[in-house]
């Protein structure tokens, strides 16, 4: 039984991803959930998992590290064998729909009844993981917690970005090869077509203006039940600083307007081919891949692929 002030507790997925109202409705039914109540220390499922491992047989462990040791040894032309004993089988790449490649779908939670929807989604919560963990280590801060007016700021530019990336479809066709450029001549077709979306996308969802969005989401102006509430403490800080901002601007401008404006979204283009195939593009700071044409992957190919792409950084492009 959580006796705390719904607003006081944190909800986390396995995995550590801090989540909040809107993530939430987007979840699949039966996902387990982690509760966190202030003071509290959040354990992930590997946290948990080590933990366990560590108190039964530190044999395990020791297991582990061999296999850290075989993975570092020569990995480049392990991982080409692993590529290549992947890549026998690929005629079922095509394939799409649960019906079709049954397999494909084994072990996933998921609604989605073909790979281009189950991609996009995985896409999407890539992205969803990047920005709540980069929101979890704002709040973390000196500055967040200590600067007033420097908190205000980062709530406004955090709201900002939600707002964009929703605008943006959390930029899941990413990894829909259904949104692959085909080389033909629809070169403006129908990429920012929203209905072309699935029920997934945030595009979907019913929304207020961006505009009354930043005011209000992140800004926490006070609802009428915050009244009864006598403790101070730094969210009433900020919900008073808030209020007193909003005021002072409709003070000096009746028509109250946004510090930022969100952008229309563009071309929903894949960073995959066709057939779903990815490939490296190099670090960041270099042109193209030192592994040339051998560092790419097909998610799309084969169950055991689409668990290898999981680890794929795309940090490169």
């Known amino acids: 039984m959580i006796a705390n002030n719904p607003t006081e507790v944190n909800i986390f997925l396995l995995d550590g991803s801090l989540i909040d109202e809107e993530y939430f409705h987007t979840l699949e039914p039966q996902t387990t959930l982690i509760l966190q109540k202030p003071g509290e220390k959040v354990l992930s499922d590997a946290d948990i998992?080590?933990?366990?491992?560590?108190?039964?047989?530190?044999?395990?462990?020791?297991?582990?590290?061999?296999?850290?040791?075989?993975?570092?040894?020569?990995?480049?032309?392990?991982?080409?064998?692993?590529?290549?004993?992947?890549?026998k089988d690929d005629s079922k790449t095509v394939l799409s729909t649960k019906d079709e490649h049954p397999e494909w779908f084994q072990d996933l939670e998921t609604n989605c009844t073909t790979k281009e929807a189950y991609m996009h989604r995985r896409c999407q919560d890539r992205i969803r993981t990047y920005?709540?963990?980069?929101?979890?280590?704002?709040?973390?801060?000196?500055?967040?917690m200590n600067?007033?007016?420097?908190?205000?700021?980062?709530?406004?530019?955090?709201?900002?970005?939600?707002?964009?990336?929703?605008?943006?479809?959390?930029?899941?066709?990413?990894?829909?090869r259904s949104r692959a450029k085909t080389g033909n001549s629809r070169d403006d077709n129908d990429e920012t077509d929203s209905s072309r979306c699935y029920e997934h996308c945030p595009c979907n969802f019913s929304h207020i203006s961006y505009e009354t969005y930043l005011r209000q989401r992140y800004l926490r102006l006070p609802q009428s039940s915050d009244t009864s509430t006598t403790d101070v403490d730094?969210?009433?800080?900020?919900?008073?600083?808030?209020?007193?901002?909003?005021?002072?601007?409709?003070?000096?401008?009746?028509?109250?307007?946004?510090?930022?404006?969100?952008?229309?979204?563009?071309?929903?283009?894949?960073?995959?081919?066709?057939?779903?195939?990815?490939?490296?593009?190099?670090?960041?700071?270099?042109?193209?891949?030192?592994?040339?044409?051998?560092?790419?992957?097909?998610?799309?190919?084969?169950?055991?692929?689409?668990?290898?792409?999981?680890?794929?950084?795309?940090?490169?492009?």
């Open 147 to 176: 600067d007033h007016k420097a908190r205000q700021q980062l709530l406004r530019t955090i709201a900002f970005f939600k707002v964009q990336l929703k605008e943006d479809h959390y930029f899941g066709y990413y990894f829909d």
């Open 131 to 144: 920005l709540y963990k980069t929101i979890e280590q704002i709040r973390g801060s000196d500055v967040y």
């Open 49 to 87: 998992l080590y933990d366990a491992l560590r108190r039964v047989n530190i044999d395990f462990l020791a297991a582990g590290d061999k296999v850290t040791q075989f993975l570092t040894e020569n990995l480049k032309a392990k991982v080409a064998l692993l590529n290549k004993v992947l890549n």
């Open 234 to 317: 730094s969210t009433k800080i900020d919900e008073t600083d808030a209020r007193r901002l909003v005021e002072a601007e409709k003070n000096a401008n009746d028509k109250i307007s946004c510090i930022y404006r969100v952008k229309p979204s563009g071309k929903q283009i894949a960073i995959c081919d066709e057939k779903g195939e990815f490939k490296c593009e190099g670090r960041w700071n270099v042109d193209g891949c030192a592994y040339g044409d051998r560092h790419r992957i097909n998610p799309y190919k084969s169950r055991e692929e689409l668990a290898l792409f999981s680890t794929w950084n795309l940090d490169h492009k």
